[in-house]
């Protein structure tokens, strides 16, 4: 089983940059594949990175590509999502899961088996 805690988040102008964490429990995390999702009120849940359980080969939506970047340390059981030239739209709730073991990364939020339970991030204009 693998918990996760997610932390980073807070309010920034647009423009500006967010480093969010996620940092799980338990000596599996380097069998899983983690995925960054995000959620805006009254929105679907959305995708917006994935990594391989390696922490090699990452997938972005075009709606963040160029501006995010998914990074997976397992040798300190910790996944980092760096957000670059934020706008208001990317105001949400920000969640990471881990899909495993020995599973690829997925943009399907239905693939995940475990959840953080999120860390708000609000862009200002």
């Known amino acids: 089983q693998v918990q996760l805690v997610e932390s980073g ?25 983690i995925g960054w999702f995000r959620q805006a009120p009254g929105k679907e849940r959305e995708f917006v990175a994935a990594v ?8 972005y939506p075009d709606s963040v590509k160029g ?10 059981n910790t996944a980092y999502l760096q957000m670059n030239s934020l706008k208001p739209e990317d105001t ?9 073991p020995y ?19 609000t862009v200002s204009s």
């Open 9 to 33: 988040g807070g309010l920034v102008q647009a423009g500006g940059s967010l480093r969010l964490s996620c940092a799980a429990s338990g000596r599996t995390f380097s069998s899983y594949a």
């Open 52 to 59: 391989r359980w390696t922490g090699g080969s990452t997938l």
């Open 67 to 76: 501006r995010f970047t998914i990074s997976k340390h397992n040798n300190i």
């Open 92 to 100: 949400a709730v920000y969640y990471c899961a881990a899909r495993g």
């Open 103 to 121: 599973r690829d990364r997925s943009s399907n939020a239905h693939e995940y088996d475990y959840w953080g339970q999120g860390t708000q991030v």
